[in-house]
C-alpha cells in the first residue's frame, strides 16, 4: 500500500539565493501522487483532502489516495471541487456534467432543463442547502437539489455578463462583467446596477464575507460583499507581470492569491502581499485541520507545508550543497553552518548574508566549535574567523577539540588523542605548555608528527569526542572502547557501568548542573553524576532512537537529537516531548541543531530550517469519520438486532492523520468477546468476526497516535444477536417430539429395508444355485462325457486327460463360487477359459474362441459378479454355434472405463430368429440358463448394489441381410472391494 511517505522536497525550487521560506515537502510522483496536474482541492468537514485532477477526483486520508469511480461520465478530468451544508461532495467536469457523491461513486447529476445542456460555457455552480445554483455567461439558474427542477432561470442584464457565482454559507453572489451584481437571498432576488466594472473576475469565501477583483495581471482594487452590498479594498501587490490564476482562503484571516509563479498570503483590507511558496503555477491552497497548508499546481504535484512558522533557508547553492552537517550559534544574529562536502559558511540570521569560507570540497564537517576569548572558530577544516573568507589555519583536527587555561589544543581523531601548542600562537609547531598541568607530563610522547616533537598522547585509540568540563579542572574522551576522565592535577579514571561494563560514547555534553550525558549509538543516552551512571534514556521509557548525534540543553531541559527526530528531555519528571511534532517538522531528518536565545536552528539535508520557538498549534484530536458494520454484506444501523444467521460481522474504519501517518494505531476490542484492548496497525481498516454466539454486542475503537500526542474521540457500535429458535424451549421440546418419531420412523424403515435387502440376498443366492445347476446339469456333463469317449476311441489319450483336467477344475471353480457373490475378473475369464475349452473338444477342431483385454487395472483387481458371464456365452455356444455348420468362432472382449468394464460376447451363429425356430422343433432338449433368469439374476444385483448392471442383444447380418451371429454387450459398473461380497 502505498502509504504517507513524504519526499523532502524545497518548493522555492530556483528562488533567489537570500530568499527565506516556508519548509515544505513534496508528493513523489507517480509512487505516492496518481498525478501532477491537479486543478481545485478541497478540506472536507470530516478531515479529508480532495484532490480534482486530470485523471479523475481522488481522496486522500494521510496514508493512500484513493481514486473515485464514476457511474457515468464523458471525461475523467474534474474540477469546481465543493461540500454543502449536508457533507455531500460536488464537483463538475469540463463537459458540463455535475456530480455528487453518493455511496463512494460520483453520481452524474441529471438536470431536468434541457437549456442548462444548451448552453455553451458554464461559469461555474454552487450547492446550498436546498438547491444549485448554475452559472452560465448569458444565465442564473436556480435548482432544485433533490428533484433537478429548474425553480427560475434568471437572465444577466448584459449579453455575456456573468463571470464569477459564490456562496458564503446560505449567501449567494453572482458578479457581471459590467458592474451587475445579485445576492440571494434578498427581499426581492435581482441584479443590481454598481459603479464597479471589472470584466474576469474570480470571488472566494472567507467564511466572514466574499471578497474578489480581477484575474490576470490587471491590478484594480478588490472588493467585499457582505449582506448584498459590495465595498472596495486597495489592489493587491504582486508585480504586474504576474499571471493571477485563482483566490484562495484557509481561514477568515488568511487569504491566498494564487498565480503562475506562486502563491501570496494577502491581507484584502490593506492589500499587501507576501511571497509564501514560490516558482510554482499555484492552483489551490487548502489547510486541513491539523493545520497543514496543502498547495496543488498545474504542473508539478502536491506539497504539504507542516507550518508557516519554520523558515528553510538555502546556505550554499548547488546539488548537494545544502545538506547541512553541523552548526553552531556564535551570537545572537551569527551562526556557522559546515555542509556534507566540508564547506563552512558564517550566516547572518537578521540580514542573511552570507561568507562562504575559501575551502576546497572535501570530507564532511565533523564539528565546530567557537572560542570567546580569540573569536575563532575550530572545525576538522582548520581555524577561521569572521573578518576574512581565508581560513586562518587549515588543518585536519580530527573528530573534536577544546583548549585549555594554557590555549594548548586538545585533540580527538580517527587514531589517537593528543594535546597541540597553541596553534594561533607564533610557535604552533614547539610543545605544547605545560605549565600547571601536571597530567601531561605523565602521558609525553616523543618524535610525534615530526622528528624532535614531544607532545602528550593519552592513547593512541581512535576516539570520537572531548569536552572540557565547565569546571576547568578535568576532562572527558570519548573513546571508541571507553570513556575516560581526566584531571589536569594527575589523575585519570574511567567511567564505566555498574557491572564494570565498558561505556561507548558518540557524543557528550555537561549540563549547568554539572552531569554528564553520554550519548551512544546504540544504547540511548547515560546521565553519569560523579562517574556514576544515575539514569538512562533509551527506545524503552520514551526515546524514538538509541543513536544519539547531539546533545543540547535549555531552560533546564535537554534536547537530545537522535537519527530518528528531536525530542525534549525533562530529567526530573522523566517526560519526554517529540519537538519536531509540536513544530510540524515531523518527518524532517536532523542532522544537528543548535539553541540560539530566540530560534531553534536545524542543520537539515535540504538547509537551515529555523524556528522562532513558536509550537504549531497542536490539534489533539484525530479525526475518525468512518466506521461501518456490515453483515453478509449488507450495512448495518447502530443497535440493530440480527437473526442467527447473520452472526458474521465486518467492520470497516477509517482515521485521518497527516503528522507521520505511519505512526497512527488502533485500539479496540467487542465487549461480549474481548476484555482487554487489541492493538491494530495504521494500514489495517477492516475487522472481521465470524461465527459470533448470541448476545449483546458493543464494538469500541480509538484511533491514536504512538507518540501519545493526538487521539481520536471513541467510537462505538452496538448490535444485538438473537439466540436461534432451535435454542429455545418450545422448539427443543418439539424437536424431541420429532426425533422419538424419526427414531420410531427409521427403525421401522431400517427393518423393512433390511428384511427387503436380505430378500434380495436369498433370492440371489437362488438364481445363483440356479446358475450353478445350470452349468452343471447332466446334460452338460453327458456331453462332456461322451467327448471323452469320441477321444478313448479315437485313442486321443493326451486330449482325454486336458480335457478331464478342464472339467475337474471348472466343477471345483464353480463349486468355490457357490459361496460368493462376487470375484474377481481373473477368476470369470479362468471359469470362461474352462468352460469354451470343453466346449472347444467337444466341437473338435471347427470351433475357436478369442479372449481380448483392454484393461488399465490389473484382472485380479477388479470385481465383478460371480458366475454373470458364462450364462451368455453358454447360450452363444448352444444356441448360436450349434446349429452352424462350418467354422464357428466366439470373441469375448473386455474393455475398462472409468465407470466399469464393458464386455462384448460375439459369435457368428446362425442369429436368434433361427435359434428360436430350431428349439421350438426341440422342445424336448434340456434348457440352458434363461434369458429370463439372466435379467432376473441382473435385477437382483441391481437392486442389492444401488449399480446398474445393464445388458442388450444385437444380431448381425451380412452383406445380403442373412443372419451372421450376435453381439451381446455386458455393462458392469466398478465395484469397491470393501462394499461386496468376496
Avoid at 455528487?100 to 461555474?124: A, C, G, P, W
Amino acid at each position: 500500500m502505498r502509504y504517507f511517505i513524504l519526499l523532502i522536497g524545497l518548493l522555492a525550487g530556483s528562488a533567489t539565493l537570500n530568499a527565506q521560506f516556508p519548509y515544505v515537502q513534496k508528493f513523489n510522483y507517480p509512487a505516492q501522487l496518481p498525478t501532477q496536474v491537479i486543478y481545485d482541492m478541497l478540506a472536507d468537514n470530516r478531515g479529508y483532502i480532495w484532490l480534482a485532477t486530470d485523471k479523475g477526483l481522488f481522496k486522500f486520508n494521510g496514508r493512500l489516495f484513493v481514486k473515485i469511480p464514476f457511474d457515468i461520465t464523458s471525461m475523467q478530468s474534474v474540477s469546481y471541487l465543493q461540500q454543502d451544508d449536508q457533507g455531500t461532495i460536488w464537483c463538475m467536469n469540463f463537459y458540463k456534467e455535475l456530480f455528487s457523491l453518493r455511496n463512494d461513486t460520483l453520481r452524474n447529476y441529471q438536470f431536468k432543463d434541457k437549456r442548462i445542456k444548451n448552453e455553451s460555457v458554464i461559469v461555474n455552480y454552487t450547492a446550498t442547502k436546498d438547491h444549485i445554483w448554475f452559472a452560465s455567461l448569458e444565465n442564473l439558474y436556480q435548482i432544485n437539489k433533490h428533484t433537478g427542477e429548474t425553480i427560475e432561470r434568471i437572465y444577466s442584464p448584459e449579453y455575456l455578463g456573468i463571470t464569477s457565482l459564490i456562496r458564503n454559507g446560505e449567501e449567494v453572489v453572482a458578479y457581471g462583467a459590467k458592474g451587475w451584481i445579485f445576492t440571494y437571498p434578498s427581499r426581492k432576488p435581482a441584479w443590481t446596477k454598481t459603479s464597479f466594472m471589472y470584466n474576469d473576475t474570480r470571488m472566494m469565501s472567507s467564511g466572514k464575507y466574499i471578497y474578489g477583483t480581477q484575474i490576470g495581471k490587471s491590478r484594480l482594487p478588490a472588493f467585499t460583499v457582505k449582506n448584498g452590498i459590495l465595498k472596495l479594498t486597495k489592489p493587491f501587490e504582486v508585480p504586474d507581470n504576474v499571471l493571477v490564476f485563482h483566490f484562495a482562503s484557509t481561514s477568515a484571516s488568511e487569504q491566498w492569491i494564487c498565480t503562475q509563479t506562486g502563491a501570496y498570503l494577502w491581507n484584502v483590507e490593506t492589500g499587501k502581499t507576501n511571497l509564501i511558496f514560490p516558482n510554482q503555477s499555484i492552483t489551490d491552497i487548502v489547510k486541513d485541520y491539523q493545520g497543514n497548508y496543502w498547495v496543488s499546481t498545474l504542473d508539478n504535484g502536491l506539497f504539504v507545508c507542516p507550518s508557516l512558522n519554520n523558515k528553510l533557508y538555502t546556505i550554499n547553492a548547488g546539488n548537494g550543497f545544502d545538506n547541512i552537517s553541523r552548526v553552531t550559534t556564535i551570537n545572537n544574529d551569527t551562526i556557522v553552518t559546515g555542509n556534507t562536502k566540508g564547506m563552512l559558511t558564517a550566516f547572518s540570521l537578521s540580514k542573511e548574508n552570507r561568507m562562504h569560507y575559501e575551502l576546497p570540497i572535501s570530507t564532511e564537517i565533523q564539528f565546530i566549535n567557537y572560542d570567546v576569548n580569540d573569536k575563532v572558530v575550530f572545525s576538522n577544516r582548520g581555524i577561521i574567523n569572521f573578518r576574512s573568507s581565508k581560513p586562518i589555519k587549515e588543518s585536519d583536527y580530527g573528530k573534536s577539540v577544546f583548549r585549555d587555561q594554557n590555549k594548548n589544543l586538545i585533540v580527538a581523531s580517527y587514531n589517537r588523542t593528543y594535546v597541540l601548542n597553541n596553534p594561533l600562537g607564533p610557535n604552533s609547531n614547539a610543545t605544547p605548555d605545560t605549565t600547571g598541568i601536571p597530567l601531561y607530563s605523565h602521558y609525553m610522547k616523543e618524535n610525534i608528527f615530526r622528528k624532535g616533537l614531544r607532545i602528550p598522547v593519552f592513547r593512541n585509540a581512535r576516539s570520537s569526542k572531548t569536552l572540557l568540563s565547565k569546571t576547568g579542572k578535568y576532562f572527558w574522551i570519548a573513546y571508541y572502547d571507553d570513556l575516560y576522565r581526566y584531571c589536569f592535577s594527575d589523575s585519570t579514571f574511567v567511567v564505566r557501568k555498574k557491572n564494570d561494563q565498558k561505556i561507548v560514547a558518540r557524543t557528550l555534553f555537561e549540563t549547568s548542573d554539572l552531569l554528564l550525558l553520554a550519548g551512544t549509538s546504540n544504547e540511548g543516552l547515560y546521565v553519569i553524576k560523579n562517574d556514576k551512571i544515575i539514569q538512562r534514556f533509551y527506545t524503552g521509557n520514551g526515546l524514538k532512537s538509541n543513536n544519539i548525534k547531539s546533545i543540547a540543553e535549555r531552560d533546564g531541559k535537554i534536547w537530545v537529537n537522535t537519527d530518528e527526530t528531536l525530542q525534549i528531555i525533562d530529567l526530573k519528571t522523566g517526560s519526554i516531548t517529540n519537538l519536531l511534532d509540536e513544530y510540524g517538522l515531523a518527518g524532517l531528518t536532523v542532522n544537528d541543531f543548535a539553541l540560539h536565545p530566540k530560534k531553534l536552528i536545524l542543520a537539515t539535508t535540504v538547509g537551515l530550517v529555523v524556528n522562532d520557538y513558536r509550537g504549531k498549534p497542536v490539534n489533539e484530536s484525530i479525526f475518525f469519520p468512518v466506521l461501518k458494520a456490515l453483515s453478509n454484506g449488507t450495512e448495518l444501523e447502530n443497535n440493530q438486532v440480527l437473526a442467527a444467521d447473520q452472526n458474521n460481522i465486518s467492520f470497516n474504519f477509517d482515521a485521518v492523520q497527516y503528522k507521520i501517518p505511519t505512526n497512527l494505531l488502533y485500539r479496540y476490542k467487542l465487549l461480549g468477546i474481548d476484555t482487554s484492548w487489541k492493538i491494530l496497525s495504521y494500514n489495517i481498516g477492516n475487522l472481521n468476526f465470524y461465527q459470533l454466539p448470541p448476545g449483546r454486542y458493543e464494538f469500541k475503537i480509538q484511533a491514536y497516535d504512538k507518540n501519545g500526542i493526538y487521539e481520536s474521540q471513541l467510537k462505538s457500535f452496538q448490535f444485538t444477536i438473537l439466540h436461534p429458535f432451535w435454542q429455545r424451549w418450545w422448539f427443543i421440546l418439539l424437536v424431541l417430539i420429532l426425533t422419538g418419531f424419526l427414531i420410531y420412523l427409521f427403525f421401522k424403515v431400517w427393518s423393512k429395508r433390511l428384511i427387503l435387502r436380505q430378500g434380495l440376498k436369498e433370492r440371489l443366492f437362488k438364481s445363483q444355485l440356479v446358475a450353478i445347476r445350470s452349468q452343471m446339469n447332466p446334460h452338460f456333463i453327458y456331453n462332456v462325457l461322451n467327448t471323452v469317449q469320441g477321444l478313448l476311441y479315437d485313442n486321443r489319450k493326451a486330449e482325454v486327460g486336458n480335457l478331464l483336467a478342464n472339467f475337474s477344475d471348472l466343477m471345483r471353480k464353480t463349486l468355490q463360487s457357490s459361496d460368493r457373490q462376487h470375484h474377481s475378473l481373473k477368476e470369470e475369464i479362468e471359469n470362461l477359459s474352462l468352460y469354451l475349452e470343453l466346449e472347444k473338444a467337444r466341437f473338435d477342431k471347427n470351433f475357436e474362441y478369442k479372449i481380448e483385454l483392454s484393461l488399465q487395472d490389473d484382472p485380479a483387481d477388479l470385481i465383478i459378479p460371480s458366475m454373470l458371464l458364462q450364462p451368455f456365452a453358454e447360450n452363444a455356444v448352444k444356441h448360436g454355434l450349434m446349429h452352424k455348420s462350418g467354422y464357428k468362432e466366439l470373441i469375448l472382449q473386455f474393455n475398462q472405463s472409468k465407470l466399469g468394464l464393458d464386455v462384448y460376447i460375439i459369435d457368428n451363429g446362425i442369429g436368434r430368429k433361427q435359434s428360436a425356430l430350431i428349439n421350438q422343433r426341440n422342445k424336448s432338449k434340456p434348457q440352458s440358463f434363461a434369458t429370463k433368469a439372466i435379467s432376473e439374476r441382473i435385477e437382483l444385483f441391481n437392486r442389492l448394489y444401488k449399480q446398474k448392471i445393464l445388458h442388450d442383444v444385437t444380431d448381425q447380418f451380412d452383406e445380403h441381410n442373412y443372419p451372421s451371429g450376435t453381439v451381446i454387450h455386458i455393462f458392469i459398473p466398478r465395484y469397491e472391494v470393501d462394499k461386496v461380497d468376496l
